[in-house]
């Protein structure tokens, strides 16, 4: 059967998907022949952009440990990718058993993954919703059923915040969330950074401009604004490869092949709530 033949309703095989090429970077089976053109170009300026995508899913997997080690039990990963493994819950489950995971993506063929994926995986679920409508997404009966918002949350948005626009107001997106969180819990976010060499930071904006995986490459200060509100954890806000926690159990060293700045430069930052916000406000739940 062709690629064209097998690709789901609702999705326009010419116009390359965030999900299937970052599925394409990480040597997944599932992208088209414009996903794999789309990221050749990529490659072809930035040669290590598949050990940074790599490095940014090992982040999150040394992030949602981290917080599994803590005792947050729920997480709703928000920008899920296509299922790889391991994915949240596996990695999660693996401390602790009875962890709630929900997955929110708004691709259409990450839905049909995961929903294949998490049919015997009760505590699993997932949701196709977009980001942009955080109230949509927290007032879901199926996030709401498995996540107990008064008890610490580990909420993900990692390798998603870079596709929200300015005029999408991620810092307001944020601090919906922000508010639905009780102290305990957690941001884990990655973000693609202004100091990348700039012509990746061309070839991209060029190559995405006016599609959904349009990229907005922000400073390290405009990426600590969408922080704001959380105590950063560790070493703050660093290269997604060199994340670490000195004394964590599960410190292991940077990864060798990317020492040094790579074209693409993605930075990673977990940020725990340690009050309601606004002590006059307390989280909603
Ligand atoms: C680069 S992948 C990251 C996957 C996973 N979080 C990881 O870091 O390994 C980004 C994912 O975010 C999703 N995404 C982008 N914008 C979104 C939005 N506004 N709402 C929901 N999902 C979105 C894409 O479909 C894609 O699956």
Redesign the pocket.
């Known amino acids: 059967m062709s690629e064209l033949e097998r690709v789901p309703p609702g999705v326009d095989p010419r116009v390359p998907?965030?999900?299937r090429v970052?599925d394409y970077l990480l040597g997944g089976k599932d992208h088209l022949a414009v996903d794999r053109a789309f990221a050749d170009k990529l490659l072809a300026v930035a040669p290590e952009t598949r050990q940074v995508a790599r490095a940014?899913?090992l982040f999150?997997v040394r992030a949602v440990r981290h917080l599994a080690r803590r005792g947050v039990r729920q997480f709703l990963?928000?920008?899920?990718?296509i299922p790889t493994s391991p994915s949240v819950h596996e990695v999660a489950r693996e401390i602790v058993p009875d962890c709630r995971v929900v997955y929110?993506?708004?691709?259409p063929v990450?839905r049909l993954h995961s929903e294949v994926l998490l049919a015997s995986s009760p505590g699993v679920e997932a949701v196709q919703?977009?980001?942009?409508e955080p109230g949509a997404i927290l007032g879901d009966p199926r996030v709401t059923r498995l996540i107990d918002f008064s008890q610490p949350v580990g909420v993900?948005m990692?390798?998603?915040l870079h596709?929200?626009l300015d005029s999408e107001d991620p810092a307001g997106i944020i601090a919906d969330f922000r508010t639905w969180m009780a102290p305990g819990s957690h941001l884990v976010l990655?973000h693609a950074m202004a100091d990348s060499a700039p012509e990746a930071v061309a070839q991209l904006s060029t190559a995405t401009a006016g599609t959904p995986a349009q990229s907005v490459f922000r400073t390290r200060e405009e990426v600590l604004r969408l922080a704001e509100g959380f105590e950063l954890i560790g070493p703050g806000l660093a290269p997604v490869h060199e994340w670490r926690i000195p004394d964590d159990d599960e410190y292991e060293p940077p990864i060798p092949l990317l020492e040094g700045v790579p074209a693409v430069r993605i930075d990673a930052a977990v940020g725990r709530v340690t009050s309601s916000p606004d002590s006059a406000e307390p989280a909603r739940h």
């Open positions: 998907s965030v999900a970052y940014n899913r999150l990963d928000l920008g899920t990718g929110v993506d708004y691709d990450v919703a977009d980001l942009r993900l990692v390798g998603i596709f929200i990655t």
